[in-house]
């Protein structure tokens, strides 16, 4: 069965830098767009970034010009570099992707189960 798997997140000073990585495993045939969403204590979940299948990229207004997502297509592999934290990025963060697990049919949403970051002096 597909899964995603998150990896990156720890804990970090302010200012500092986090680089976040989601792959999947299982098998599947394509992927579409990729995402990453937060959720920080007792805040709902917010998209924070997402790229689709030919490069193009949207940001949170609070994070723009300080995170960049990219995507690696031979590795199945999307990125999230994160420069010049500040304690309210503190979250879970999430990946998501738009993945078909057959030859034909529609892509559908899987999740990853998310990576803690935790940006405190």
């Known amino acids: 069965q597909v899964q995603l798997v998150e990896s990156g997140g720890g804990l970090v000073q302010p200012g500092g830098s986090l680089r976040l990585s989601c792959a999947p495993t299982?098998?599947?045939?394509?992927?579409?767009?990729m995402r990453w969403y937060r959720q920080g204590p007792g805040k709902q979940r917010e998209l924070v970034a997402d790229?689709?299948?030919?490069?193009?990229?949207n940001y949170a207004d609070s994070v723009k010009g300080r995170f960049t997502i990219s995507r690696d297509n031979a590795k199945n592999t999307v990125y999230l570099q994160m420069n010049s934290l500040k304690p309210e990025d503190t979250a879970v963060y999430y990946c998501?992707?738009?993945?078909?697990?057959?030859?034909?049919?529609?892509?559908?949403?899987?999740w990853g189960q998310g990576t803690q970051v935790t940006v405190s002096s």
């Open positions: 299982g098998r599947f045939f394509s992927i579409g767009a």
């Open positions: 998501n992707a738009e993945m078909r697990t057959t030859v034909v049919g529609l892509h559908h949403d899987y």
């Open positions: 790229i689709t299948s030919g490069g193009s990229t």
